[in-house]
C-alpha cells in the first residue's frame, strides 16, 4: 500500500504535493525571497503586475507597475516625488508573448524627476526551465534586458530576469551593475 500511495503522490502536480504558492495567490501578493530581508513581490490580476522590491533590509521599498507582468511602466521609491513614467515604441500591445527563444527590440522613454531620457531596449528570451524550491516545481523562462542609452552618454547595461509562466511575471536575478540576487523561496503574502 506504500508503494501505491508515494506513486500517487509523485503523479500529482507540484501545487498538490506540498503547500505551493499559485496564481491564486497573487490577489495579496506572492512573495519571492532572495535573502535576509531581501525580496521581490507580484500583485494584479489581469495581463498587469505591480511589484515591490526591498533591495536590503536598509533601504526604502521600490514600487513598479509591468505592463504584461514584464514591461516597467512606472517606478517609485520614497524619495521621489512623484514616479517615473515610461512608454514604449513600438507599444507594449505589440509586443510578442514571452517565450523561449523570442527577441524584441523597442525604445523606451523615460520621464520623471524633470527628467526625460530614452533607451533601446532588447528582451531576449532564452530556453524554458524548470525551477525547483522544495517541493514546488515553477516553470521559468530566462529574460536578459539589453538596455543601451540613446545618445551614448552612458555605457549599456543587461539585466537579468526570471519570467514566471504561472504567475505572468518577471522576478530580477541581476542588475546592470554586478548585484546578483538567488531566489531561496516563494510565500504568499
Known sequence: ??????VTILALPAAAQADCVSVADLAEGVRFHMGEGIYWELQGQGQDREAQFQWSPDYPIQVMDFARGVFMVSLQTPEMDAPWQAEFAPGVENSPAPAPGVDWHTRMTTVGGGQRRMDDLHYEWGAAQRLSLGDCGYDVVPLALHSVPVGGELAGTTSGYLY????????ITHDGFGTRWTLSGITAR
Open 1 to 6: 500500500m506504500r508503494t501505491f500511495v508515494a
Open 164 to 171: 514566471f509562466a504561472e504567475f505572468g511575471g518577471v522576478v
